[in-house]
């Protein structure tokens, strides 16, 4: 059975020097997936990993990938990341033109389709391809760096989204990623959210596995 709520540390905030070591203690503290933060430097000003991060995490963990790409034309590296074996391909319609169609390329390719909107982006843009959406990810601060502040305007549109999602009787996971800590998990869960992104809050701490298991507890506390 599936977990009721999924947390996907991401390894943005990670030791790289020490990064095998950190995903599996994170593993061993209830990880449900991976979250891998891919910049361009154009569609954010940050520049991060490409293919070869990727491939490096799936040799050390069998927890899936989920690869949130903060790219211009995303659609570009479908299969190079298909290939290194990313589970969950996550993209920003502000990136590209023909979102439906790399949806439906990213699912050809065996992995889950991601939309991510940032906090300026319509929920419409994901309303229009519902139907070609696994997974819908609200960006709860603006992309580009770990350790920025919750917008908590986005709270009420996690409740709108849920809302979309139960509409169109869509089955797709809702992730917010930004900004989540101890302080802000609960409402997030509250409005809607089932995945949860955690960078600084996870592998800022002394013990990521401590803070992982404190974030779950906190989240699973508001019903
Ligand atoms: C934001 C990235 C996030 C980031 C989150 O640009 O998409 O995944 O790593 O970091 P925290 O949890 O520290 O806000
Ligand atoms: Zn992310």
Redesign the pocket.
Known sequence: MKNAIRIAP?V??ADLARLAEQVQAVEEAGADWI?V?VMDGHF?PNLTFGAGLIAALRRITELPLDV?L?VEHPEAYIDAFADAGASVFTLHPEATVHVQRHLAQVRARGMLAGLALNPATPLSFAAEVIEDVDLLLL?T?N??????QYIAAATEKITRARRLLAESESRAYLEV????SRDTIGQAHGAGADTF?????IF?ADDPGAALKELRKRCMAVA
Do not use: E
């Open positions: 991401s943005l905030s979250h933060d954010v949130h903060m960006m601060v992309p580009g760096f770990p350790a920025q990623d930004g900004g989540i992104v955690a960078g600084s809050a800022g």
